[in-house]
């Protein structure tokens, strides 16, 4: 049975999009709660301007709340030597920075250019690398841009092989507002493991516009072993308000273990913590497994 | 590009779980939206006892006001005799019968054992050959079962080789509760087009577990060439009251679109038919494209 790792985003990329920034006691009580259920890599801080961005102004705060586990991975997310100087002091384990396929998207999100956010991962890759901590990059809006419209594909490959040669330890495709379809996440995937040969890949899906579960089952039929989710699908895009965000972690588990993959995660206990999380949040989140169950068992 | 032709459902199997009885005069609307939209053929009406369906009880209206047209297909809901006589006299061009992978659904929602819905169908098959008027058949609750859990593809596969004998223009598989994942539906299709070489097939998923657009993405891959959907993804499953029922047919439109598959279907018009029909209904409907939109368009 093939293992697929997913990386859970909820606790950054899923709360960071909530009106109202959470406690931090909170927020401990989120991961630990994914941890009991068979997580294992969770991206639980962001280390950017708390101005900008004040629900994760407790970055050091959750970082030191968290259980020291060595089989647990805590990605803090960094934009540039600031952030990844207090993500190392705060004993994140793993960095995820981030860059756009487009100048459009990069300058809106994260207020730089396409090869300023690259110049960024050249610059800090190497730090992470002689610290000892995991440094991953994510390339988002790689399936299509809210500014720009249609993303070349040519232009992606170009900037996964020009980062490749900062050796993270994984490259992420993200397709940020929910365009993708998957004959793209399949041709992406594929030319992007042809230009870089052994490169590991995730993918980062959103569902808003119903085709996350489809693409990430393209991702994993074209090799990808790793995708992110989000438990409950909590998060969104700022630039598209009204529409879902991140795919349900519940939903990718549920189509994974039917479809033969493990996980390690417990399906039941995820949908659990689900539960609690919309109990905290006092809304139905986005997740459809968790509202429907998961296979109904005979009763017969 | 590859044609791929969506049975438009809504007004009858999105309807029939309206908690109200619409207006024929609204039903008739709705019909000829989506017909200006490119939807090709519609399942219009069920000729099913009007004491069981309410909403279903103007299925003769329905019919006599639609506009005749050569082009498009007419589908009515037929379990038995007394249905099968009443569509051929309200006009229908088809006629689409049900029956299920296990008798306690069969039981359940026919009120007859698998067995006697096949023996019904091997009755009025020929009566509709002889009529002229095109009969197709649909296994329903294919890929698990509320009542019995896991349904053995054995008996589907053995089922589908039955019921091809009375000759279909097509045969539908149904994932009814929304459970299936994409390796089955691969599996299944393929398993079916090996028992029964030529046999054209449909299938029919509904989104209860966000897995309908990954599993209608495996079926066309393995060749299926027709998709149930219903527009705004209206409709739901009696026994999953909580849950999304069937796919919209704006989200598999778009990921068809996208994926360079035809429908023949506008999407932009689409969508504006499912604004409508969720203005008629006075709440939002499960549609994801609905809300979201298409593809942006470049705005540089």
Redesign the interface.
Known sequence: MSQIEIVEVGPRDGLQSEPDVLATSIKLELIERLIAAGVRRVEVASFVNPKRVPQMADAEAVLAGLPRRSDVQYVGLVLNRKGFDRAQAAGCTEIGMVTAATD?FAQRNQGASTEETVRAWEEIAPLAHAAGIRAQITISVAF???????VPMDRVVALATRLSQAAPVELAIADT???A????VTELVGRIRQAVPGLPLRCHFH????????N???AVSAGVRTLDSSVGGIGGCPF?P???GN??TE?LV??LS???FDTGIDLNKLIGVGHWLQEQRGRPLP???S??GG??????
């Open positions: 459009s299509g841009c809210p500014f720009e419209g249609e507002i929910g365009v379809v998957p004959t793209q569902n808003t516009r119903n085709t996350a579960v489809a990430a089952y393209a598209a009204n529409a879902t795919v349900a939903d549920y189509m039917r479809a033969g997740s459809m497994v509202r429907a296979f109904p068992k005979s009763i017969s």
